[in-house]
């Protein structure tokens, strides 16, 4: 077999022919913008198969210590894909604001919304639908990809698939991390008893910061202003750890009206949340523990990861913003300022991100009682 025909070079190079699939009616402007979103959708397909490869990991029980390698490598690979996407934009800069005027208007209503392997993305990760801001007309997001007629279409068809196709990732991670054995046991106990142990040094590292800053020449004001933001931290924390936080309503979002307070969370429900959490600051606490090394680097390989998109987001609004400036998006969106509010509010691992705020130094960790269940296993 030849080059050409393992990866279907004149198949590819034939796909560039727009409105009329003639690409002689074709300007170099318009190739170029379409040729780079066909790039990223050959992008967004690679992060999905890695995404499923990663997800079908944790779906087991027990997953399998040897697999966590695997898992992590797709979560590497999908960070430097979402990298080198981030950089794309720069080739879409080079379009000025009249060059794409020239053929925008014969794109509406296509919008970018309408990739149905970003939706598929988010979907698989573990999105919440609540969370989902609306395009512009449609009530859902899975209106906006729907055809002309109001027909399912390909992309529909996709997205609905991937819907059917199990849970997310978050779900199985979560799963993963609450079996995660605390201090020897994978118990409720054990997790809690563990969570009243990191409360108890959290507040004293943030009695220790507050006496430094009552050393600094503070005025009495200030004092008691920084003492009650240190409360509210500690409080906050403890809530966050307990399981006592409530989630927040959603705010609406151009025209979106805000939804009802969520229920509360059931006992069960908290009592998950506070294995999930435990295991969290368990793994990121005492990381060179052996058999907690492989742990910790899936859960900040999901951070990094995370962070690698919402940054391609940031970074596709301020390309669109310099290209176009706020104009009304092709498919009838806020453009700019909604791009900007996916960036700002679409986050998957939110436990994970919160946990940065009450991590503590080596220092001042709670000894473990049973350190030695994570050394390094050798069989005679």
Known sequence: ?????????????????????????????????????????????????????????????????IQLAAATRSFKRVITIFEQATQHFQVMETLTTRDYLGFRDRLIPASGFQSAQMREIEIILGLDDGLRIPLGRE???????????????????????????????????????????????ATQEAADAFIERIIAAHRGEITRRLALAQQQA?????????????????????????GDDEPAADPGFHGKPPSAPPPPRTPEERAYLRRVRAAIVFLESYRELPRLTWPREVVDSLVEMEQRMLIWR?????????????????????????????????????????????LLRKETLPPLSHEEAYGFRIED
């Not at 997001?141 to 196709?165: C, F, M, N």
């Not at 176009?324 to 969106?333: L, V």
């Open 1 to 65: 077999m030849n080059y050409w025909e393992y990866i279907h070079v004149e198949e590819l190079l034939a796909l560039q022919g727009g409105f009329d699939d003639d690409e002689s009616k074709v300007g170099n402007d318009e190739a170029l913008f379409i040729v780079v979103h066909q790039v990223y959708e050959l992008w967004f397909k690679l992060i999905l198969r890695e995404l499923t490869t990663a997800r079908d990991i944790f779906r087991q029980n027990p997953v399998p210590d």
């Open 314 to 358: 940031q970074r596709h609004a301020r390309m669109v913003e310099r290209v176009i400036g706020r104009r009304t998006g092709t498919g009838g969106s806020a453009g700019v300022d909604y791009l900007d509010q996916t960036a700002l509010r679409y986050r998957v691992f939110s436990d994970v991100w919160a946990v940065r705020s009450l």
């Open 218 to 242: 503070l005025s009495p004001d200030d004092v008691d202003r920084l003492a009650a933001r240190y409360e509210k931290e500690i409080s906050a924390a403890a809530d966050f750890l307990r």
């Open 139 to 185: 009530g859902s997001y899975k209106e906006a990809l729907r055809g002309a007629d109001g027909k399912p279409s390909p992309a529909t068809h996709r997205v609905e698939a991937r819907i059917a196709g199990g849970a997310s990732l978050k779900s199985v991670v979560s799963d993963w991390l609450s079996r995660t054995p605390i201090d020897g046991a």
